[in-house]
């Protein structure tokens, strides 16, 4: 697993540079990464658009909108190398994030879809994570990077890739100030 999740991020990094993104970070047209390796990035994909409104539901706190595109299977794996979670146990965590923050945002969002021939279809996510704390002001922000993997129209994986140590500290400090 690990031989191919560094296969895949060497894949999706030339793949990235190779496409041509506009300012919004979506590309123009598809783009072969490498002349003839059969592998498509596009960032005007319905899979794109479609994970771009579901960062968009997670900062309304909208979190039904997750089962319009995860499989029942669905599974979450975090940078920390904690056990991976389901949806339910991610709503949890989304709705004391959204408790304890506020003006959550996604910024200098970079979005692509990428086919591979040998691994399947995976879509990305680069951008700096910001929030505030609703008990402190205290503002923060992060890079974040996610990866999606889809079975056919469903999604089946996800990763996410962030140092969250500050953010959890942060969490749970204004969860206890606003709960007292």
């Given at each position: 697993?690990?031989?191919?999740?560094?296969?895949?991020?060497?894949?999706?990094?030339?793949?990235?540079?190779?496409?041509?993104?506009?300012?919004?970070?979506?590309?123009?047209?598809?783009?072969?990464?490498?002349?003839?390796?059969?592998?498509v990035t596009r960032g005007d994909d319905e899979r794109t658009a479609q994970l771009?409104?579901?960062?968009?539901?997670?900062?309304?706190?909208?979190?039904?909108?997750?089962?319009?595109?995860?499989?029942?299977?669905?599974?979450?794996?975090?940078?920390?190398g904690s056990e991976p979670v389901g949806l339910e146990e991610w709503n949890t965590?989304?709705d004391a994030s959204h408790r304890a923050f506020k003006d959550m945002e996604f910024?200098?969002?970079?979005?692509?879809?990428?086919?591979?021939?040998?691994?399947?279809?995976?879509?990305?996510?680069?951008?700096?994570?910001?929030?505030?704390?609703?008990?402190?002001?205290?503002?923060?922000?992060?890079?974040?990077?996610?990866?999606?993997?889809?079975?056919?129209?469903?999604?089946?994986?996800?990763?996410?890739?962030?140092?969250?140590?500050?953010?959890?500290?942060?969490?749970?400090?204004?969860?206890?100030?606003?709960?007292?």
């Amino acid at each position: 697993m690990y031989r191919t999740l560094s296969t895949l991020s060497l894949l999706v990094a030339s793949s990235f540079l190779a496409a041509s993104c506009n300012s919004t970070g979506q590309s123009a047209a598809p783009v072969d990464a490498a002349e003839g390796s059969g592998i498509v990035t596009r960032g005007d994909d319905e899979r794109t658009a479609q994970l771009r409104s579901a960062l968009e539901a997670f900062i309304r706190n909208d979190q039904d909108f997750a089962k319009s595109y995860t499989s029942e299977d669905h599974k979450i794996y975090r940078a920390d190398g904690s056990e991976p979670v389901g949806l339910e146990e991610w709503n949890t965590f989304a709705d004391a994030s959204h408790r304890a923050f506020k003006d959550m945002e996604f910024a200098n969002l970079a979005m692509v879809t990428s086919d591979y021939p040998e691994y399947g279809v995976w879509s990305y996510a680069w951008c700096t994570f910001l929030a505030t704390s609703r008990a402190t002001g205290e503002q923060f922000r992060f890079p974040l990077h996610i990866m999606w993997q889809w079975d056919g129209d469903k999604v089946v994986r996800e990763f996410h890739y962030a140092d969250t140590t500050r953010f959890n500290a942060v969490l749970e400090s204004s969860l206890a100030a606003i709960d007292g």
